[in-house]
Protein backbone atom coordinates (compact mmCIF):
# COMPACT_ATOMS: atom_id res chain seq x y z
CA UNK A 1 0.00 0.00 0.00
CA UNK A 2 1.76 3.35 -1.06
CA UNK A 3 -0.73 5.89 -0.05
CA UNK A 4 -1.05 9.58 -0.13
CA UNK A 5 -3.30 10.90 2.63
CA UNK A 6 -5.11 14.21 2.29
CA UNK A 7 -7.78 16.07 4.73
CA UNK A 8 -7.90 19.64 5.88
CA UNK A 9 -6.71 20.68 9.37
CA UNK A 10 -8.58 18.72 12.13
CA UNK A 11 -9.79 16.12 9.49
CA UNK A 12 -8.64 13.18 11.60
CA UNK A 13 -6.31 12.38 9.25
CA UNK A 14 -3.33 11.56 11.54
CA UNK A 15 -5.49 9.13 13.82
CA UNK A 16 -6.33 7.14 10.62
CA UNK A 17 -2.96 7.14 9.60
CA UNK A 18 -1.57 5.74 12.63
CA UNK A 19 -4.40 2.79 12.83
CA UNK A 20 -3.24 2.17 9.59
CA UNK A 21 -0.04 1.66 10.52
CA UNK A 22 -0.34 -0.24 13.52
CA UNK A 23 -2.61 -2.66 11.74
CA UNK A 24 -1.00 -3.10 8.27
CA UNK A 25 2.97 -2.01 9.95
CA UNK A 26 3.84 0.20 7.24
CA UNK A 27 5.58 4.08 8.07
CA UNK A 28 3.73 6.84 8.06
CA UNK A 29 6.56 9.94 6.24
CA UNK A 30 6.26 13.19 7.61
CA UNK A 31 8.20 15.70 6.04
CA UNK A 32 8.48 17.47 9.01
CA UNK A 33 9.60 14.33 10.73
CA UNK A 34 11.99 13.75 8.10
CA UNK A 35 13.40 17.37 8.19
CA UNK A 36 13.95 17.38 12.17
CA UNK A 37 15.70 14.05 11.93
CA UNK A 38 18.09 15.22 8.55
CA UNK A 39 18.94 18.48 10.32
CA UNK A 40 19.63 16.92 13.75
CA UNK A 41 21.76 14.47 11.85
CA UNK A 42 23.47 16.84 10.08
CA UNK A 43 23.18 14.87 6.88
CA UNK A 44 23.96 16.68 3.76
CA UNK A 45 20.21 17.26 3.02
CA UNK A 46 19.96 18.13 6.47
CA UNK A 47 22.73 20.94 6.39
CA UNK A 48 21.16 22.06 3.02
CA UNK A 49 17.53 22.80 4.71
CA UNK A 50 19.41 23.87 7.94
CA UNK A 51 20.89 26.68 5.75
CA UNK A 52 17.19 27.91 4.44
CA UNK A 53 15.50 27.27 7.91
CA UNK A 54 17.90 29.47 9.68
CA UNK A 55 17.19 32.68 7.22
CA UNK A 56 13.54 32.12 7.71
CA UNK A 57 12.75 30.64 4.18
CA UNK A 58 10.92 27.73 2.93
CA UNK A 59 13.01 24.62 2.38
CA UNK A 60 13.02 24.44 -1.85
CA UNK A 61 10.69 21.51 -2.86
CA UNK A 62 14.31 20.10 -4.49
CA UNK A 63 15.70 19.20 -0.88
CA UNK A 64 12.74 17.46 0.79
CA UNK A 65 12.05 15.76 -2.47
CA UNK A 66 15.15 14.46 -2.04
CA UNK A 67 14.98 13.15 1.76
CA UNK A 68 11.63 11.31 0.60
CA UNK A 69 13.64 9.74 -1.60
CA UNK A 70 16.26 8.75 0.75
CA UNK A 71 13.45 7.31 3.27
CA UNK A 72 11.40 5.55 0.52
CA UNK A 73 14.87 3.32 0.04
CA UNK A 74 14.56 1.89 3.64
CA UNK A 75 13.81 -1.42 3.99
CA UNK A 76 10.92 -0.87 6.27
CA UNK A 77 9.12 0.77 2.77
CA UNK A 78 9.43 -2.39 0.89
CA UNK A 79 5.73 -3.35 1.95
CA UNK A 80 4.47 0.22 1.34
CA UNK A 81 3.76 3.41 3.33
CA UNK A 82 2.16 6.48 4.35
CA UNK A 83 2.86 9.96 3.16
CA UNK A 84 1.00 12.54 5.21
CA UNK A 85 1.86 15.90 4.72
CA UNK A 86 3.34 16.06 1.58
CA UNK A 87 2.69 16.89 -1.30
CA UNK A 88 0.90 20.02 -0.24
CA UNK A 89 0.18 21.54 -3.62
CA UNK A 90 -0.06 20.26 -7.10
CA UNK A 91 3.74 21.18 -8.17
CA UNK A 92 5.47 18.55 -5.43
CA UNK A 93 2.92 16.29 -6.61
CA UNK A 94 3.64 16.21 -9.90
CA UNK A 95 7.79 16.27 -9.08
CA UNK A 96 6.92 13.60 -6.39
CA UNK A 97 4.93 11.57 -9.12
CA UNK A 98 8.31 11.94 -11.33
CA UNK A 99 10.86 10.52 -8.32
CA UNK A 100 8.32 7.48 -8.27
CA UNK A 101 8.47 6.68 -11.63
CA UNK A 102 12.03 6.77 -11.71
CA UNK A 103 12.14 4.63 -8.68
CA UNK A 104 9.31 2.53 -9.84
CA UNK A 105 7.32 2.85 -6.93
CA UNK A 106 3.87 4.69 -8.25
CA UNK A 107 1.23 5.38 -5.80
CA UNK A 108 -1.57 3.24 -5.34
CA UNK A 109 -4.32 5.66 -4.12
CA UNK A 110 -4.65 9.09 -2.45
CA UNK A 111 -7.05 9.26 0.16
CA UNK A 112 -9.17 12.44 0.84
CA UNK A 113 -10.75 12.15 4.23
CA UNK A 114 -13.86 14.49 4.34
CA UNK A 115 -15.29 16.59 6.84
CA UNK A 116 -17.69 19.48 6.58
CA UNK A 117 -16.32 22.84 7.22
CA UNK A 118 -18.65 23.14 10.13
CA UNK A 119 -17.59 20.35 11.73
CA UNK A 120 -13.99 21.42 11.46
CA UNK A 121 -14.07 24.67 13.26
CA UNK A 122 -15.83 22.60 16.02
CA UNK A 123 -13.32 20.26 16.20
CA UNK A 124 -10.45 22.93 16.42
CA UNK A 125 -12.14 26.26 17.70
CA UNK A 126 -13.13 23.94 20.49
CA UNK A 127 -10.40 22.55 22.17
CA UNK A 128 -9.21 23.79 25.03
CA UNK A 129 -5.78 22.69 27.70
CA UNK A 130 -5.34 22.46 31.30
CA UNK A 131 -2.73 24.86 31.92
CA UNK A 132 -1.81 22.60 34.72
CA UNK A 133 -1.24 18.89 33.57
CA UNK A 134 -2.08 19.61 29.80
CA UNK A 135 -4.98 17.43 29.57
CA UNK A 136 -7.27 18.47 26.35
CA UNK A 137 -10.51 18.62 25.67
CA UNK A 138 -13.37 19.88 23.31
CA UNK A 139 -16.19 22.14 24.44
CA UNK A 140 -18.54 20.26 21.86
CA UNK A 141 -17.29 17.09 21.81
CA UNK A 142 -15.52 15.99 24.76
CA UNK A 143 -16.47 18.75 27.02
CA UNK A 144 -15.16 19.01 31.27
CA UNK A 145 -17.72 18.21 33.66
CA UNK A 146 -17.62 21.89 35.12
CA UNK A 147 -16.90 24.40 32.20
CA UNK A 148 -13.15 25.62 32.19
CA UNK A 149 -11.89 23.19 34.96
CA UNK A 150 -10.39 20.03 33.69
CA UNK A 151 -11.51 16.75 35.68
CA UNK A 152 -8.62 15.75 36.12
CA UNK A 153 -6.44 17.85 38.43
CA UNK A 154 -8.86 20.76 39.11
CA UNK A 155 -6.17 23.12 36.97
CA UNK A 156 -7.86 26.16 34.61
CA UNK A 157 -8.33 25.28 30.80
CA UNK A 158 -7.41 27.95 27.87
CA UNK A 159 -8.00 28.23 24.28
CA UNK A 160 -4.13 28.62 22.61
CA UNK A 161 -4.11 31.06 19.84
CA UNK A 162 -3.95 29.16 17.11
CA UNK A 163 -7.48 27.46 18.02
CA UNK A 164 -9.25 31.30 17.59
CA UNK A 165 -11.52 30.96 15.04
CA UNK A 166 -9.21 33.90 12.79
CA UNK A 167 -6.74 31.48 12.83
CA UNK A 168 -8.42 28.33 12.22
CA UNK A 169 -10.27 29.88 9.24
CA UNK A 170 -7.30 31.25 7.99
CA UNK A 171 -5.67 27.60 8.30
CA UNK A 172 -8.68 26.37 6.13
CA UNK A 173 -7.79 29.06 3.61
CA UNK A 174 -4.41 28.24 2.73
CA UNK A 175 -5.57 24.25 2.42
CA UNK A 176 -8.37 25.65 0.30
CA UNK A 177 -5.87 27.47 -2.02
CA UNK A 178 -2.92 25.09 -2.05
CA UNK A 179 -3.62 21.44 -0.94
CA UNK A 180 -7.44 20.80 -1.98
CA UNK A 181 -6.96 21.27 -5.65
CA UNK A 182 -4.54 17.44 -4.89
CA UNK A 183 -7.97 16.36 -4.69
CA UNK A 184 -8.36 17.38 -8.58
CA UNK A 185 -5.06 16.02 -9.00
CA UNK A 186 -5.59 12.46 -8.11
CA UNK A 187 -9.33 12.39 -9.41
CA UNK A 188 -7.90 13.07 -13.01
CA UNK A 189 -4.84 10.68 -12.32
CA UNK A 190 -7.67 7.94 -11.44
CA UNK A 191 -6.42 7.22 -8.04
CA UNK A 192 -8.45 9.82 -5.55
CA UNK A 193 -10.75 7.35 -2.92
CA UNK A 194 -12.84 9.55 -0.24
CA UNK A 195 -14.18 8.99 2.96
CA UNK A 196 -16.70 10.56 5.18
CA UNK A 197 -14.71 11.47 8.49
CA UNK A 198 -17.23 12.05 10.91
CA UNK A 199 -18.76 9.80 13.64
CA UNK A 200 -16.76 7.23 15.66
CA UNK A 201 -12.79 6.69 15.17
CA UNK A 202 -13.26 3.04 14.92
CA UNK A 203 -16.46 3.77 12.02
CA UNK A 204 -14.35 5.66 10.41
CA UNK A 205 -11.90 3.14 9.96
CA UNK A 206 -13.71 0.33 9.21
CA UNK A 207 -15.00 3.10 6.13
CA UNK A 208 -10.95 4.11 5.27
CA UNK A 209 -10.36 -0.23 5.22
CA UNK A 210 -13.23 -0.52 2.63
CA UNK A 211 -12.10 2.09 0.43
CA UNK A 212 -9.07 0.79 0.60
CA UNK A 213 -10.00 -2.50 -0.67
CA UNK A 214 -7.96 -3.90 2.95
Not at 12 to 41: C, H, M, N, W, Y
Not at 199 to 213: H, K, P, R, S
Request: glycine share 10%; charged share 30%.
Amino acid sequence: MKLVLLGAPGAGKGTQAKKLIEKFTIPQISTGDLLRAAVAAESELGQEAKSFMDKGELVPDSVVLGMVEERLGQDDCAQGYILDGFPRNTAQAEALDAMLAELGMELDSALSVEVPLEDLMKRLTGRRTCRDCGQMYNIYFNAPAEEGKCDKCGGALFQRDDDREETIRKRLEVYNEQTAPLIDYYSGKGILKSVEGTGDIEGIFANVCATLGL
